[in-house]
């Protein structure tokens, strides 16, 4: 087993992080698993669209950013499921410390996966405006050393299975 600290999971709304991280969390007791949507929420009892709505886009980001910091800070060893959006420059830095694995799950997938979400405030977009900010963010995802798709993330249901996958990290 790989000794990284932090492992990173990064990828559009959709993209299957969070299923992911709770398959890799079924069958490891080495890592601690981290949902960082879900973490921001589950003190406030309401889902991301609610949270949004009520304090806005910039409170909401630096929630995730206090979050993210102070995880990246812990000496656990964490596996975490980044928001879509957490791959700001604001987050770089912290970012940096860890390694990032980009889901790259097709748009027209994770397209099909949220537009009926009602606890997604960005779905409210446009399919064309959801398209125009995929390739967008693609752009930051694009530069991870690490990328997983479809096919693989099924195959891999432990993090010996990612380790033994993507190789020494």
Not at 64 to 89: C, K, Q
Request: net charge neutral; glycine share 8%; charged share 25%.
């Amino acid at each position: 087993m790989q000794s990284i600290k932090k492992i990173l999971l990064t990828g559009f709304m959709g993209a299957g992080k969070s299923h992911f991280l709770a398959k890799l969390k079924e069958n490891s007791a080495i890592h601690h698993f981290v949902d960082l949507d879900q973490e921001i929420l589950a003190p406030r009892g309401s889902h991301l669209g609610e949270l949004i709505e009520r304090v806005g886009w910039g409170p909401f980001r630096q929630m995730e950013h206090d979050l993210l910091r102070d995880l990246m800070a812990s000496e656990d060893n964490l596996v975490i499921a980044l928001g879509g959006g957490a791959f700001s420059e604001n987050n770089q830095k912290l970012l940096e410390k860890g390694v990032i694995i980009w889901l790259n799950t097709p748009f027209d997938i994770c397209f099909a996966r949220i537009k009926e979400s009602k606890e997604r405030p960005l779905v409210k977009l446009s399919r064309e405006d959801l398209l125009k900010l995929y390739g967008e963010r693609a752009l930051q995802y694009k530069k991870c050393k690490y990328v997983l798709n479809l096919d693989q993330m099924q195959e891999i249901n432990s993090l010996e299975d990612l380790f033994s996958h993507i190789g020494p990290i």
